[in-house]
């Protein structure tokens, strides 16, 4: 997001949030370090606890940080996602996975893939032939989904003419 971008989202977030309130314990960090924190961490997958040392606030801090304010990022952006999915999920799309890296997870089985040699999950995502990425899905357990039959099995909504032209 460039910088006009994160300004407007911390105007729609502040107009659902009263942040700085005249009573009480001041915040640590004010409203728009405090997005930047949040959205900073999704971007790159972040603990707490190192989000706490970069934007100088406890670990603590980060996660009530993130309980009070992703869901208001989703609230704002929600319909503008919805605004630009529609319409392109009518367009020829492509249809590609990944697998992105999570690490080694306790009690979790399936996540080593022996194609590429360290743990993930496959994650399918639809963009229209212009390049614009028009619907991510979920993360599949396990990488070894075969990539005709992933969106089926993932969150991925694909336009109808391209599932009747493939079979699972």
């Not at 929600?78 to 992105?100: H, I, N, Q, S």
């Not at 999570?102 to 994650?123: H, M, P, T």
Request: charged share 25%; net charge negative; glycine share 8%.
């Amino acid at each position: 997001m460039d910088s006009d971008q994160v300004d407007w989202l911390v105007e729609q977030v502040d107009a659902l949030l009263d942040w700085d309130l005249p009573v009480g314990r001041p915040r640590a960090l004010p409203l728009d370090t405090a997005l930047v924190m949040v959205l900073f961490g999704l971007r790159h997958n972040l603990a707490s606890d190192v989000l706490g040392e970069v934007f100088g606030c406890g670990s603590t801090t980060v996660e009530r940080y993130r309980e009070e304010v992703e869901p208001l990022v989703d609230d704002v952006l929600t319909p503008l996602y919805e605004r630009v999915r529609d319409p392109a999920r009518r367009d020829a799309v492509l249809v590609d996975g990944l697998v992105v890296p999570v690490g080694e997870r306790d009690d979790v089985d399936g996540l080593f893939s022996e194609k590429k040699g360290f743990c993930g999950q496959n994650v399918q995502v639809v963009a229209n032939l212009a390049g614009r990425v028009v619907d991510v899905g979920d993360p599949c357990p396990g990488v070894s989904t075969p990539p005709i039959g992933a969106p089926v099995s993932s969150s991925v909504t694909v336009p109808e003419p391209w599932m009747r032209s493939r079979t699972c």
